[in-house]
């Protein structure tokens, strides 16, 4: 039967392939962009330089969030789930979007397809700087909650 706690634990799972997944992406980058250039003319106009810069600044919002994330995961397992410090983490996982949704922004101006990464990073920042929001609102009728005889 399938329930919260093993929902968690997928969700731990798939936070650490996704970050195999980008520790593999940043080794790998070299090659990627390499075959992309080789693919799109408007991609090898670009250069190689800007699109490693690109993927290797991209790289540390990425860790940041997921790591972020995991440490959020790991306290509402553990059964803190309405503390300053989930709304905390939302905070920067929301910031960790944004900086990346930047990222892919200013790169749109040599290849425009990151447009689409970008507005689709920001969104989500948005989206999680809601939630961040409401956990905060919990988060204060929680307090209030525990301070009421």
Known sequence: MWNEKKSLV?????????MAVL?????????VVR???????????AGRALFLL???AGCVPSAALLVFLYL??????????FIRENT??????SWFCFAGGAICLASAFYYLPWLAVG????????????????VAKAV???DDADFTI
């Open 119 to 134: 507005v689709a990073a920001a969104f989500t920042g948005l989206i999680v700087r809601v939630i961040k929001n409401v």
């Open 88 to 93: 905390d983490c939302l905070r920067y996982i």
């Open 10 to 18: 997928l969700s731990k799972i798939c936070i650490i392939l996704f």
């Open 54 to 56: 690109t993927i290797y």
């Open 23 to 31: 520790i593999a992406s940043t080794v790998g980058a070299p090659w």
């Open 72 to 81: 959020l995961l790991h306290r509402i397992g553990a059964g803190r789930v």
């Open 35 to 45: 075959v992309l250039l080789n693919s799109s003319i408007s991609a090898a106009q």
């Open 140 to 142: 204060s009728l929680q």
